[in-house]
Structure formats: structure tokens, C-alpha cells
């Protein structure tokens, strides 16, 4: 158990910013889901247009340090390279 203030302090700031970084993982993710499903119905401008707005969520982890920015931008090549792929 933490025994000094400054401990106690950042116990009670690594439990907000752990929700915070959580919510933005998550709402990221969802929207990779949603370009992954586009692209499972076959649809190439319904897919892009779901990665087109899925690049500045993903971006925006990378500014806030949820993510890392080589991973993300992994990520979204192999997206768009499915998405270019589509015919």
C-alpha cells in the first residue's frame, strides 16, 4: 500500500488516466471493426470511406500515447492495402 501523499495521489491519477486510455483503445478498435467489416461485405468505397475515418482516431492514440506510431501506422497500411485490393 502507498504511504507517502505523492504515492496515495498517483494510485488515484494512474486509475483516471487507465479509464481514459481504455475508452480510447476501445472507440479505436471499433473503428477498425467497422473497416474490417466493410471489407467483408466487398464494398470498396463503403471500406474506404470507414478508413478514411478511421486514420485520424488512429492518429489521435498515437498523440495521446495510447498507441505506439509504428503500430499504427502498420496497421493502417495492411488496412488500406486490403482496401486498394478490393475491385
Known amino acids: ?6 504515492a496515495r495521489k498517483r494510485i ?3 486509475t483516471r488516466r487507465q479509464a481514459i486510455n481504455k475508452s480510447r483503445v476501445s472507440r479505436i478498435r471499433t473503428f477498425v ?6 471489407l467483408a461485405t466487398g464494398k470498396k468505397d463503403e471500406a474506404a ?5 478511421a ?3 488512429m492518429m489521435r492514440g498515437v498523440t ?9 501506422a ?5 488496412l488500406s492495402k486490403r482496401v486498394k485490393a478490393l475491385a
Open 33 to 38: 471493426k467497422g473497416v474490417e467489416a466493410a
Open 64 to 72: 495521446k500515447g495510447v498507441l505506439h506510431k509504428n503500430t499504427v
Open 74 to 78: 502498420r496497421t493502417i497500411s495492411r
Open 49 to 53: 470511406a470507414a478508413l478514411q475515418a
Open 12 to 14: 488515484r491519477r494512474n
Open 55 to 57: 486514420q485520424p482516431e
Open 1 to 6: 500500500m502507498a504511504n507517502t501523499p505523492q
